[in-house]
């Protein structure tokens, strides 16, 4: 593994960590962990994983092993570089790890207070395409992972969006949300989308104000669920949002002019393996703000 000098960056135990490749993406969320670094008065752990060397460029004779070590090593230092003179008061390590990347990123958030990952755009839909080692890492580290695309890293300004489920609260995932829009000074949109109960549909046609009436039930129980977050953070400003419809929809909708959107991940220990939640997958695929999965049991 080769890494800055330990003497260079001082002793760290909590960091903002970023996985880094050197694509668009990868640049992207080191420039948005290195504004969240510094809004938590953390360093930057900047990580490559660098895999084996491809069996092509082993066999050609343009590039031998050292050759192609050279240039891996050089990438995140480089990086680190770039990071320090763009935010100097910012403490980066950057950092050089053998391995997979689906292996060693969910091995380094441990250490982590959150992990930060490059996301692809989709061409002609405007959202996220979550590969397989985003996935991979989201379903397996309980470190809250944060998902950046290029077009949307510059954005600072807008309201920290969070999914709220009215009926299985999560305070992991709330506490994580308005300590993120106090440390931005930015509202804290809180968003339910509900749908109306099998056995009251047939009832709306003959008494269309029961859906008013319904709207005013779910709004009601999203203020209990908001009200004892709202008097632990007085200064954060609270945006409540309860309209019919997919929870997910609704989401991806709020996250228009976000800088922030927060949704959660249930933590679930089966043989099977880990999984990802319909709303949290849809929010992760098509929002177009920076998306955080909070885990939480």
Avoid: C
């Avoid at 948005?32 to 050609?60: H, M, Q, T």
């Avoid at 339910?192 to 039930?217: I, K, S």
Wanted: charged share 25%; glycine share 8%.
């Amino acid at each position: 593994m080769w890494r800055v000098p330990e003497r260079e960056v001082g002793f760290m135990l909590r960091t903002v960590t970023v996985g880094y490749d050197g694509s668009s993406e990868s640049r992207a969320a080191a420039e948005w962990a290195a504004r969240e670094a510094l809004l938590r008065g953390l360093p930057l752990r900047l990580v490559n994983v660098r895999e084996p060397i491809p069996a092509n460029i082993a066999e050609s004779d343009l590039m031998d092993d050292g050759t192609y070590r050279e240039r891996a090593e050089r990438l995140p230092r480089e990086a680190g570089a770039t990071l320090r003179g763009r935010h100097p008061e910012l403490e980066v390590v950057a950092e050089q790890i053998p391995g997979g990347p689906m292996e060693v990123l969910p091995e380094v958030a441990k250490d982590a207070d959150l992990l930060v990952l490059g996301s692809r755009g989709l061409s002609g839909i405007g959202g996220f395409l979550v590969g397989s080692v985003g996935m991979v890492v989201i379903a397996h580290t309980t470190t809250p992972v944060v998902l950046v695309r290029a077009a949307t890293s510059e954005k600072t300004a807008g309201p920290v969006v969070v999914g709220v489920d009215i009926q299985k609260p999560n305070g992991t995932v709330l506490a994580f949300a308005f300590e993120e829009a106090a440390r931005r000074g930015a509202v804290l949109k809180a968003v339910h989308g509900w749908t109306v109960p099998p056995y009251y549909a047939y009832a709306l046609p003959a008494y269309p104000a029961l859906a008013a009436e319904l709207g005013v039930e779910q709004s009601e129980a999203l203020a209990e669920v908001l009200r004892p977050w709202r008097e632990k953070f007085p200064d954060v400003e609270v945006a409540e949002e309860s309209r019919a419809g997919s929870a997910a929809v609704r989401i991806v909708d709020a996250a228009r002019d976000a800088s922030l959107v927060v949704v959660g991940r249930r933590i679930r220990r089966s043989p099977v393996g880990a999984h990802i939640g319909p709303v949290t997958h849809a929010v992760m695929h098509h929002a177009t703000a920076p998306v955080a999965v909070v885990a939480h049991d």
